[in-house]
């Protein structure tokens, strides 16, 4: 039963995911103490209607077109009532334990603005993608997202929205912020989630790059460290042309 000030709000964004939609809605309905928010961009391959009718187990659910992946999680958090957020993809699937794990690491937090636990990353996965990530809230974040999105729990009235500029990483760009703002974090061994794969932002090309120098600059500033910072995402991309390159050979 979710109170009418639940602890936890699971955000989901969706369009067009009917099967992976159905999976992790099915995996984090009716649980004491979280409220589901699903925001659908006006699917058109049965979700809509599938989540009308199981609107009894989404206490928050709008469904109309949005503007991307970003925007509708902002309209997610719009949406919400929970003290603390988790955002999970469709196909995104809590590991068993996970959410009383989550449950028991927030209910009594009054100081921290964010959690950060393990992910497992599904198969197929792209050439040099790991299929584990550990969370590291510490001065890395300035070269690569240490914290997976699907592990972090924020406390609402510790983000902003997502800035919408940025269409593949514009978490990269909400943790950065945080880190360089001091936000207060715990970090945790346990794994909570198991990742569907594919998303936007594990097609490395050059825009994924471009957009990552930017939020850079935007959060870290310019001069220097963005001289410093192109340097480092073009050896990124060089690095994962290769791993392509090589997985083929």
Request: aromatic share 10%; net charge positive; glycine share 8%.
């Amino acid at each position: 039963m979710v109170s009418s000030s639940p602890l936890l709000s699971i955000i989901i964004p969706s369009y067009n995911q009917f099967e992976g939609l159905k999976r992790t809605v099915s995996s984090v309905k009716d649980i004491d103490d979280v409220e589901v928010v699903v925001v659908d961009g006006g699917s058109n391959d049965g979700s809509a209607q599938w989540l009308l009718d199981n609107q009894n187990h989404i206490p928050k659910l709008r469904t109309a077109p949005d503007n991307g992946i970003y925007d509708a999680m902002n309209k997610g958090i719009e949406l919400s009532s929970g003290r603390w957020l988790w955002f999970l993809g469709t196909g995104d699937v809590p590991v068993d334990g996970a959410i009383d794990r989550v449950i028991e690491a927030i209910k009594l937090d009054s100081e921290s603005d964010l959690h950060c636990f393990c992910v497992r990353l599904l198969p197929p996965l792209e050439p040099g993608v790991p299929d584990f990530y550990k969370p590291n809230f510490t001065s890395e974040l300035k070269w690569r997202n240490t914290l997976h999105h699907q592990g972090v729990i924020y406390r609402k009235n510790s983000i902003d929205k997502y800035d919408t500029r940025f269409k593949v990483l514009a978490d990269y760009h909400m943790n950065l912020k945080l880190w360089v703002k001091g936000a207060s974090s715990k970090c945790h061994e346990h794994t909570i989630a198991e990742v569907d794969a594919g998303g936007v932002s594990r097609v490395f090309n050059r825009r994924l790059y471009a957009e990552e120098r930017l939020l850079k600059k935007d959060a870290l500033g310019g001069g220097f460290s963005a001289l410093i910072q192109s340097v480092w995402t073009s050896m990124k991309y060089l690095n994962k042309r290769y791993a392509r390159i090589k997985s083929k050979s």
